[in-house]
């Protein structure tokens, strides 16, 4: 059970009662026959097996009020492809797999190579992309959620808590961010790394260096930053540029920022314990695990405050790193307590040695950011690429219902 504080420019809608789910259900089930709803699941061809993705269709085959479930397969073969249909095929929604490597949507992403001027890097940030532009080809859903296929502790109720603050039709919330408490029980730790480690240190650490700002202030409300449940209005998947690189998350709370106001903004709590798939430090690999993620989620930061008119330096950048490492050596403390208070293991070696890599991360992000300061990673909206190529979502709509009926 959560407390009701709200902290930051967004509301919180907090989980103080445990509702039951059922309750949840009915009033979407009510508000779905106006506002019909899809959930997206991004879904790496490795995870078709895995226990967790099968208790997600399993839980999602009672959510009698979703319309849709659109899948976006990646790095599938034709056999696993196969394979994708039929481990979705139990669901009574309508579902179609996107198969991203397949020969129908590979030839609409050359389209859109074409149109850009460049190939667009593969990921989940293509593979949401992809989604949304399914999701908007068709034109009939109203009300857009996202979650991972790899939600170890996952049941219903995650999604109902999703979807209810934009599908409400008096709340007039635009975004809904998930957010829960990232400890596991076994064995008994602190989870999420990058959020507790780097993002909410170098959000303050950025405060601290560039001087407090709206957009910072912005995304410190976030109890979460990094999760990658989220829900929209489909008005916003329009007009919503993705990110193609690690740093789709921060990137996408960036975008909306950009395009909304903050009282259309909130986050929910979704669940009192969380676990999925753990990234692997990568500390000697910049181009992998979370030694990647870190180093795309600064140069997210960085492309933001450039363009608010903020000046960066090599120095600058010198005095970040040097704030962050304050920051986040201080955060240790705090959760060295709070892990003891709790009964946990808590590694602060590790903890320390996490720290050093993400600044160390960060301060090489700004010089790549120096060095190529107009590069951007953003695909751009939907909205802006059928006004470029008229049909595109229809060729996507086409090419996804081909593979579908071809490749059984």
């Known amino acids: 059970m959560a407390d009701f ?28 026959q106006e506002r019909p709803m899809t959930l997206i699941i991004p879904c790496l061809a490795s995870e078709l097996g895995s226990p967790a993705l099968s208790h997600i269709v399993e839980e999602l085959s009672t959510a ?32 179609r797999v996107l198969w991203n490597d397949g020969p129908g949507l590979q030839t609409v992403t050359q389209q859109v190579f074409e149109h850009l001027g460049a190939p667009i890097e593969p990921g989940k940030g293509r593979n949401v992309w992809g989604c949304l532009g399914y999701v908007l080809g068709r034109g009939q859903a109203q009300v857009v ?16 808590r999703l979807l209810y603050p934009v599908a409400h039709p008096s709340f007039d919330y635009a975004f809904a961010k998930g957010f829960y408490a990232r400890a596991s029980s076994d064995p008994k730790q602190l989870n999420g790394r990058v959020s507790r480690l780097y993002v909410t240190p170098l959000v303050r650490a950025l405060a601290a260096t560039f001087g407090r700002r709206d957009y910072l202030d912005y995304l410190e409300s976030f109890r979460y930053p990094l999760a990658g449940e989220w829900a929209l209005e489909v008005s916003v998947a329009r007009s919503l540029r993705v990110p193609a690189d690690w ?5 996408v709370l960036s975008e909306i920022a950009r395009s909304y106001p903050v009282n259309r903004i909130c986050q929910v709590e979704l669940a009192d314990l969380y676990d999925h798939k753990h990234q692997d430090l990568s500390s000697e690999d910049s181009t992998a695990g979370l030694h ?18 903020v000046v960066l330096t090599t120095e600058s950048f010198r005095t970040l790193k040097a704030a962050y490492t304050r920051e986040a050596y201080e955060l240790i403390e705090h959760y060295d307590s709070d892990a003891a208070f709790n009964g946990f293991v808590y590694d602060r070696r590790q903890e320390e040695a996490s720290v050093d890599l993400f600044g160390q991360a960060a301060l090489q992000a700004g010089q790549d950011f120096l060095e190529s300061p107009l590069e951007s990673p953003f695909i751009p909206s939907w909205g ?8 595109v979502g229809a060729t996507l709509v086409a090419a996804v219902e081909h593979d579908q009926q071809n490749f059984r």
């Open 384 to 391: 802006r690429l059928e006004a470029d190529l008229p049909g």
């Open 292 to 309: 990647r993620m870190s180093s795309d989620i600064a140069k997210a930061f960085f492309r933001k405050l450039a363009i608010s008119g």
């Open 5 to 32: 504080f709200q902290n930051g420019v967004i509301a919180t809608l907090h989980n103080l009662a445990d509702r039951p789910v059922a309750e949840l259900e009915t009033d979407l089930a009510m508000w779905g």
């Open 145 to 160: 959620a996202l979650h991972d296929a790899d939600i170890a502790t996952y049941d219903r109720s995650l999604l109902a």
């Open 247 to 251: 740093g789709l998350e921060i990137g």
């Open 64 to 95: 009698h009020y979703l319309e849709e479930v659109v899948v976006g397969l990646d790095q599938a073969d034709r056999q696993q492809f196969v394979q994708a249909q039929q481990v979705f095929s139990v669901l009574p929604q309508r579902c």
